[in-house]
């Protein structure tokens, strides 16, 4: 086997699958815990989910409220995409040697009371705190949640369990705009957070009693510093990112956080090439199944999200369209999403996966085509097709991006996987909502709109080859935990 070889998609030497939890000798057989589990995480995080897209839309609401601006506020959003992107990955492996129930029951605790201080926040500056601490939480449901999911499941069904996943988690933030919209207008902001408290303990609740322990590995230690690097480059990254948008990207404060967060992540690469036990396996990055979805997906991210929030823009300026029509419109893209995931967790056990990340990215460049059409031809109906394109694009793959990741790595990592997958893609999702804003600058004609997505599709296109890399698999020759 040869370094770039997905090593887990084949049987191990002593037959079962090296991807795979072999299942305990003492371990009682249930052929319906698998569903359970994954009934039970979606429940456990689903509130956080759904108040994602609800206060993005409620932004000027609650910084009226809390004698704010949508300005300040909007760091109760990007904020919580920060503490996800640099906690990702350090509680995914904290799940890998301490057990992923404990730490996902950590995280649905934390997101279980930051969501009721979320609903009593009395200032702004409590509320974006509040907001970052959900994001800790859900960086430690989220990995562990999978590494989970996938452990429990035969290496097979994977796809198709992540397609459900997925379709919960883009479906829950439609859900929750079409009844929060209304219920804001009527009660106030503070009444989403408020109802979804108790879902979210019960959730947590429901977590505590059906996920099973899992292993510990007391052999380990955890690699801080590798932690610490890993974080401040990519805390500094993002900042840079959010500093260049706002003060202009010769700011010198831009150069400065930059400098930083390349200084931090070359530390991080000397530090896991000698640590003996390492945050995370550098000779993962030689493996194409592991390498190639992390380029293909967070530039599609790129386009996905940078596309999204220029969306609303265009049909506020070009088509006139007031703010509850355009909330109807957008629904589009998370529908589409939301319905195609589980589809594509099925043609990924029929097709195989890397058809489906190479599917996803020529389907979100050409979703940036179509909005750019729409803006040049003043075509509403294109919009709407630009929206379904992007949705579809990332509901097709999006099982493939984290199935395929954790199939190329050894099962005692799939924490640490799961949780570089998701911060990288976080990384491409703020990315591409400063750099599509920059290049839109100030222009609202036709053409600046049309320019944007367009540089929105290039993006998408170059992880094309991400895609292109990786090495299809025959789902034949996998065998079951």
Known sequence: MT?????TNRPGPGGSPAGSRPAAPDEPSDDGYPRRLLVTTLLAIVAFSSSMTIVSASLPVIADDLDSTEGTLSWAVTGLLLGMAVGTPVMGKLGDILGHR???????????VGTALCAVAPTAGTFIGFRIFVGLGISATMPTAMALI???FPVSERPVAMGWFQMAMTGAPVVGLVIGGPAIEAFGWRTVFYALTPLSAFGFVRAWQVIRPSERRTDVSIDWLGAATLGT???SVLLALERGSAAGFGDVWFFVLLALGAVAIVSFVVVESRAAEPLLKLRYFRRRNFSGP???QPLAQFAYMGGFLIAPILLDYQFGLSVGVI????????GAFSVSSPIGGRLAVKLGERL????????????????????LADSLPLVVAGLVFSGVALGISAPSYNTTLADAVDPEDLGIANGMGTTLMNIGMVTGIQ?????????RDPGDFATVFVFGGIVAALGIAGALVVRPVDHDDLVAP
């Open 3 to 7: 370094a770039v070889d997905p090593p």
């Open 102 to 112: 404990k730490v996902f029951l950590i995280g649905a605790g934390a997101l279980t």
């Open 150 to 152: 996938m452990a429990s």
């Open 233 to 235: 480059g990519t805390l």
């Open 294 to 296: 992390l380029v293909a």
């Open 327 to 334: 909330a109807l419109v957008l629904l589009f893209r998370p």
């Open 356 to 375: 489906m990340l190479l599917s996803g990215s020529v389907l979100m460049v050409a979703s940036m085509m179509a909005l750019a059409g729409a803006a």
């Open 435 to 443: 750099a599509m804003f920059v290049v839109l600058g100030e222009g």
